[in-house]
T-cell receptor, first 114, second 115 residues
Framework: AQKITQTQPGMFVQEKEAVTLDCTYD???????LFWYKQPSSGEMIFLIY??????QNATEGRYSLNFQKARKSANLVISASQLGDSAMYFC???????????FGPGTRLSVLP | SAVISQKPSRDICQRGTSLTIQCQVD?????MFWYRQQPGQSLTLIAT?????????ESGFVIDKFPISRPNLTFSTLTVSNMSPEDSSIYLC????????????FGQGTRLTVV
């Protein structure tokens, strides 16, 4: 069974600074995908970044990068130059490579301070 | 990418009644997924809806409580039946981008409050 752990229920970061949100996962699958989603208070789920288990390079999408350490089974999200609009819940998720059936972590609430 | 329209966006319902949530996708997709997010919690998969077959439910979710229809490749409904306050949650439908990044696209969610 797949499992996602996010050990930081809440995080604070100063505006314009970088922040790392932790995510570790557990799976016996060889092929899988790792995702990060942002959920603002309005409730919608916003896709941020994806990392495939066979991708050798860390994924990057604008201010978002994923620090993928396969041996440690970690997939931390790094947000550079935080903005006030980054304040939201952040979920790490995993899916089987050829299906969806996402498993979500418990989430981290990020608050960006002015 | 896929654009998903989910209706209603929110509702307040009396206990014992049922609510049907609609999910419309702007392209044909094989699988649609329904999630529940209880207050302050993460998302939990309720079921996978395939066109032309019965939905596949996850452990802890049953068809009598959460009947799902999938009449075609762009539309699905989830009904929350005989509601109780414990059903107060956000319900989200989702589809997968099989050809691209494999990200999941989500509807805007239905915020349900049962009183």
């Amino acid at each position: 069974a797949q499992k996602i752990t996010q050990t930081q229920p809440g995080m604070f970061v100063q505006e314009k600074e970088a922040v790392t949100l932790d995510c570790t996962y557990d799976t016996s699958d060889q092929s899988y995908g790792l995702f990060w989603y942002k959920q603002p208070s309005s409730g919608e789920m916003i896709f941020l970044i994806y990392q495939g288990s066979y991708d050798e390079q860390n994924a990057t999408e604008g201010r978002y990068s994923l620090n993928f350490q396969k041996a440690r089974k970690s997939a931390n999200l790094v947000i550079s130059a935080s903005q006030l609009g980054d304040s939201a819940m952040y979920f790490c998720a995993m899916s089987q490579f050829y299906g969806q059936n996402f498993v979500f972590g418990p989430g981290t609430r990020l608050s960006v301070l002015p | 990418s896929a654009v998903i329209s989910q209706k209603p966006s929110r509702d307040i319902c009396q206990r014992g009644t049922s609510l049907t949530i609609q999910c419309q996708v702007d392209s044909q997709v094989t699988m649609m997924f329904w999630y529940r997010q209880q207050p302050g919690q993460s998302l939990t998969l309720i079921a996978t809806a395939n066109q032309g077959s019965e939905a596949t439910y996850e452990s802890g979710f049953v068809i009598d409580k959460f009947p799902i229809s999938r009449p075609n490749l762009t539309f699905s409904t989830l009904t929350v039946s005989n509601m109780s306050p414990e059903d107060s949650s956000i319900y989200l439908c989702s589809v997968e981008d099989l050809m691209g990044s494999r990200e999941a696209f989500f509807g805007q969610g239905t915020r349900l409050t049962v009183v």
